[in-house]
């Protein structure tokens, strides 16, 4: 059981915009900035988005994050089949005093 | 380019120990400014974060492993260690070092090893 909420899929066809949700708590998301990773089958995790709303050099600018309250949100759009990955939120959490993670999106690109 | 790299058994028998290191290069962990970090994720599952070491030798564990979990530093090879305790099937996992990196916002994670698979199996 993940501390983070993510929903375990999300789809869409190329050319859309699709959003991979994530829901937290006043000690992790609610005081603190999200990070979301793509993970490619059998490859590790890659920074994709940082501190809610950063991107990392290299990375499209179909990517981008908000934050809202206990909430954040990745979005992409013009889906391109590349995309198709699993995307994982992290924040750190001032009580347990540790990271933590979504149980991961899966995106499929139709 | 910064790059890390997991070594270790990839069978270990309970109850033993899970020892794993980190080997990084392009970066120097004496430097400070980063915390070196281990994380994991069970086959087909999410994250889950093991804990991190500062090259001062200062570690934050996750409360749930915090009984099992130590991390240590090796300024002079380069290195850091993870130690897992009493292990059983549960911990069977790929396991990834990284670095966490820190600015004016907050901090992430921008650079990962390969991951080790660990197989925890009498």
């Known amino acids: 059981q993940s501390v983070l909420t993510q929903p375990p899929s999300a789809s869409g066809t190329p050319g859309q915009r699709v959003t991979v949700s994530c829901s937290g708590g006043s000690s992790n998301i609610g005081r603190n900035t999200v990070n979301w990773y793509q993970q490619l089958p059998g490859a590790a995790p890659r920074i994709v988005m940082y501190?809610?709303?950063k991107r990392p050099s290299g990375v499209p600018d179909r990517f981008s994050g908000s934050q809202s309250g206990t909430s954040a949100s990745l979005a992409i759009s013009g889906l391109q089949p590349e995309d198709e990955a699993e995307y994982h939120c992290?924040?750190?959490?001032?009580?347990?005093?540790?990271?933590?993670f979504g149980g991961g999106t899966k995106l499929t690109v139709l | 380019q910064v790059q890390l790299q997991e070594s270790g058994p990839g069978l270990v028998k309970p109850p033993q120990t899970l020892s794993l290191t980190c080997t990084v290069s392009?970066?120097?962990?004496?430097?400070?400014?980063?915390?070196w970090s281990w994380i994991r994720q069970h086959p087909g599952k999410g994250l889950e974060w093991i804990g991190h070491i500062y090259y001062s030798g200062s570690t934050t564990y996750n409360p749930s492993l915090k009984s099992r979990v130590t991390i240590s530093v090796d300024t002079s090879k380069n290195q850091f260690s993870l130690n897992l305790s009493s292990v059983t099937a549960a911990d069977t996992a790929v396991y990834y070092c990284?670095?966490?990196?820190?600015?004016?916002?907050?901090?992430?994670?921008?650079?990962w090893g390969q991951g080790k698979l660990v197989t925890v199996s009498s």
């Open positions: 992290a924040a750190w959490d001032d009580s347990l005093n540790a990271w933590v």
């Open positions: 392009g970066a120097s962990i004496s430097r400070g400014g980063y915390y």
């Open positions: 501190n809610y709303n």
């Open positions: 990284a670095r966490e990196d820190i600015d004016e916002s907050g901090s992430f994670y921008a650079h």
